[in-house]
């Protein structure tokens, strides 16, 4: 079991130094138990996709990293460019796993309480509800084909909230320019051992533990 710890880790998320300038992703400790979203989302998915898949997109892009700063050194612009493919994907699913796990809390802890204040206004605003808003972005990831993600994006030139997918591990920011508020992994493996292939199953139960205390802060920040 790991132990409670304050509900903002970023510090812990901090890159450590390694040889030389460079500086070493490691793998974010989560703000709660993994057992703590049951029934919602098991013990063992959690502890499959927090302690396997995101740490392996940690080692994965430490090694890309390491890789480019060898083509760098060696004025090797074909390696450079080779290695973006891994930088993007490995990158991205280090980012979008480390706001997802903080998108998620404990229903003791608040999860899936309703949002309130200016994001709710906002909400009511665009959809009409915050259940009118779950259901039209249920609809839009349930689509995504294939592996991917949904988001609760904010843009901040036309001052709105928008619903957007992404595939893979793309990073909601760097495809849409929308800023992440929340994101719902829809890869197989954050549901399959518990929902099968049944994905709208997932997203329907998803939202009893979403932490909209921590999607209000980013929406207040960036607004």
């Given at each position: 079991?790991?132990?409670?710890?304050?509900?903002?880790?970023?510090?812990?998320n901090?890159?450590s130094?390694?040889?030389?300038?460079?500086?070493?992703?490691?793998?974010?400790a989560?703000?709660?138990?993994?057992?703590?979203?049951?029934?919602?989302?098991?013990?063992?998915?959690?502890?499959?996709?927090?302690a396997?898949?995101?740490?392996?997109?940690?080692?994965?892009?430490?090694?890309?990293?390491?890789?480019?700063?060898?083509?760098?050194?060696?004025?090797?612009?074909?390696?450079?460019?080779?290695?973006?493919?891994?930088?993007?994907?490995?990158?991205?699913?280090?980012?979008?796993?480390?706001?997802?796990w903080?998108?998620?809390?404990?229903?003791?802890?608040?999860?899936?309480?309703?949002?309130?204040?200016?994001?709710?206004?906002?909400?009511?605003?665009?959809?009409?509800?915050?259940?009118?808003?779950?259901?039209?972005?249920?609809?839009?990831?349930?689509?995504?084909?294939?592996?991917?993600?949904?988001?609760?994006?904010?843009?901040?030139?036309?001052?709105?909230?928008?619903?957007?997918?992404?595939?893979?591990?793309?990073?909601?920011?760097?495809?849409?320019?929308?800023?992440?508020?929340?994101?719902?992994?829809?890869?197989?493996?954050?549901?399959?051992?518990?929902?099968?292939?049944?994905?709208?199953?997932?997203?329907?139960?998803?939202?009893?533990?979403?932490?909209?205390?921590?999607?209000?802060d980013?929406?207040?920040?960036?607004?």
């Amino acid at each position: 079991m790991l132990r409670s710890i304050p509900r903002s880790f970023a510090a812990i998320n901090k890159p450590s130094v390694t040889a030389g300038l460079r500086f070493k992703h490691t793998l974010p400790a989560l703000p709660y138990a993994y057992e703590a979203l049951e029934p919602y989302i098991s013990r063992e998915i959690m502890q499959i996709h927090h302690a396997k898949h995101h740490q392996t997109y940690v080692n994965n892009l430490n090694a890309a990293e390491e890789k480019l700063g060898t083509a760098f050194k060696s004025n090797d612009v074909n390696d450079e460019i080779a290695i973006q493919s891994a930088m993007k994907f490995n990158g991205g699913g280090h980012i979008n796993h480390t706001l997802f796990w903080e998108n998620l809390a404990p229903k003791s802890s608040g999860g899936g309480n309703k949002p309130t204040g200016e994001l709710l206004k906002e909400i009511e605003k665009n959809w009409g509800s915050v259940d009118k808003f779950i259901e039209k972005f249920n609809t839009q990831t349930a689509a995504v084909q294939g592996s991917g993600w949904g988001w609760l994006g904010y843009n901040k030139e036309f001052k709105r909230l928008e619903i957007a997918t992404t595939s893979n591990q793309d990073p909601l920011k760097p495809t849409t320019g929308l800023i992440p508020l929340l994101g719902i992994d829809v890869w197989e493996h954050a549901y399959y051992l518990q929902y099968k292939n049944v994905r709208p199953d997932y997203l329907k139960a998803v939202w009893e533990v979403v932490n909209w205390e921590t999607v209000s802060d980013r929406f207040n920040k960036h607004r």
